[in-house]
């Protein structure tokens, strides 16, 4: 009987074929089950006649939390904490309808409000069954959870709020445009935000404004932001959103009670140089949460970016003293 090394020697083909089987049996044994836990998975499911498409990982008998974007982002924005967290827990972070990887109706089909945002977020969370969590919230992240939060006290953990804002002290300069949108909904104002909002200088403003060093944040994030926001039809979705903010500031008394009467525990972690949501929008937390861990990094908007690190490590030490 021929060896091995006979056989290699003798039938190139043979050594082919026996070198892609032993590959074939190796794959083969590599079953979902022995994946990294840290592994991202990328899901869409229906909801509202909405395909949502959503970032999971961890065990899902683990606590979950779930992770919720800003302007103009999208799950993508944690796609380097999610494995981070997930070496403990369960962690979900959907896209919002008109946002990322789900479904973008027109105005005409869908009502961008943050109302409709936060009812199917929350429809989101039900169908996928997440019953409990601590719910991470960033910018628009924040009007669209606190929603939810005041609605479902029962289901939230803790918050993590990370530069979204609760208080009229956090609106400043920035936001001059915009409330004069919310008076006066024309297309000349509509306009001027497009203008000065929905440009890839802004996005990239928004991304590097404020950080220590800017060569150290991606210029991927703004690429991939701005490729979504300049899909057709997608200005229109973000005027709409621009306008329906004007909602939130009036929810804010309802959201500070939400804070006191139920005291989720709660990190905050704000990058100081954010001029859309300067500092002063994060002290006001200390008046109505007793149970808050408090801090003021020195990075911008997007603070994962450039402290990604220094944030997972602060949500892991307030999961495990809260779980």
């Known amino acids: 009987m021929k060896t091995l090394n006979q056989v290699k020697k003798t039938n190139p083909l043979r050594t082919l074929m026996l070198t892609l ?171 001027a935000l497009a203008d000065a909002l929905l440009t890839i200088g802004a996005t990239e403003w928004q991304y590097t404004n404020g950080t220590r060093n800017k060569a150290s944040i991606s210029p991927d994030n703004w690429i991939v932001d701005q490729a979504k926001l300049d899909r057709p039809g997608n200005k229109e979705i973000q005027l709409e959103l621009f306008y329906s903010y004007g909602t939130n500031p009036a929810l804010y008394p309802e959201w500070q009670e939400y804070f006191r009467d139920e005291q989720p525990p709660t990190l905050l972690v704000w990058g100081k140089g954010d001029y859309i949501f300067p500092e002063e929008g994060a002290h006001p937390y200390k008046r109505d949460l007793k149970n808050l861990d408090f801090h003021i990094l020195d990075t911008g908007h997007f603070a994962l970016e450039e402290d990604g690190k220094t944030i997972s490590t602060l949500i892991l030490k307030f999961m495990k003293k809260n779980h």
């Not at 961008?112 to 019953?131: C, E, P, Q, R």
């Open 21 to 191: 089987s032993a590959g074939v049996l190796s794959l083969s044994m590599m079953s979902p089950a022995t994946a990294a836990p840290t592994q991202t998975m990328h899901h869409t499911i229906e909801v509202e006649d909405q395909s949502i498409f959503y970032r999971e990982a961890g065990d899902k008998n683990a606590p979950t939390i779930v992770l919720l974007h800003g302007f103009p982002t999208s799950s993508h924005m944690y796609r380097n904490l999610i494995p981070e967290l997930a070496e403990k827990y369960h962690v979900i972070a959907p896209d919002y309808p008109g946002f990322g990887n789900s479904s973008m109706p027109t105005v005409t089909e869908f009502e961008y409000s943050f109302d409709n945002l936060a009812k199917i977020t929350d429809k989101f969370l039900a169908k996928v069954g997440a019953d409990e969590y601590t719910l991470y919230v960033m910018d628009y992240g924040a009007p669209i959870g606190f929603r939810i939060a005041a609605a479902h006290p029962e289901r939230v953990q803790g918050l993590i709020i990370q530069n979204g804002n609760a208080y009229d002290e956090g609106l400043r300069d920035f936001w001059n445009p915009i409330k004069a949108y919310w008076k006066d909904k024309t297309t000349a104002n509509g306009q």
